[in-house]
């Protein structure tokens, strides 16, 4: 058994203020998840971000069909890193975990710029909505995904 499934840690904006340095060991896993896959994402380290997620993994983003698997997130990914290189800032303002299951709400700012310095695709910013799962290695994967951005203001 990993860890005490009858645990839920909830950590809100608001708690965020008032609690101690001491961090629960679920929540740390989750925060980092979230910042190694901005870095891998900036460093172009398809294999790392891939290893933080599932292989069913589902993306939703409005306007598009889910992007379901992590093979077509992989070739979504290779595709844009070909061309152009990312940059992203996000901050966490919650992560829940009950048991095996967590999710954050992540507020995201991204920037694709063409590496060729042509033209890229307006910068995006909004919210995101993951569910991570725990798996019986200990370690957690994003299992599902809600991309809430729109265009930058």
């Known amino acids: 058994m990993v860890g005490d499934r009858s645990e839920t840690t909830r950590i809100d904006a608001r708690s965020h203020l008032k609690r101690t340095s001491k961090m629960h060991p679920d929540e740390q896993a989750i925060r980092e998840l979230i910042a190694l896959w901005h870095r891998a994402t900036a460093a172009g380290e398809v294999e790392t971000v891939l290893d933080l997620m599932t292989d069913d993994v589902v993306f939703l983003v409005a306007g598009q069909p889910p992007m379901k698997g992590r093979a077509a997130f992989e070739r979504g990914l290779r595709g844009l890193l070909a061309k152009h290189r990312v940059e992203s800032t996000h901050e966490i303002h919650e992560v829940v975990v009950d048991g095996d299951l967590g999710y954050s709400w992540t507020d995201l700012q991204v920037r694709v710029i063409a590496r060729d310095g042509g033209a890229a695709p307006p910068a995006r910013s ?19 995904d809600a991309n809430l951005m729109g265009p930058s203001t």
């Open 126 to 144: 909004g919210s995101t909505l993951s569910v991570l799962r725990r798996q019986a290695d200990g370690r957690w994967r994003m299992v599902r």
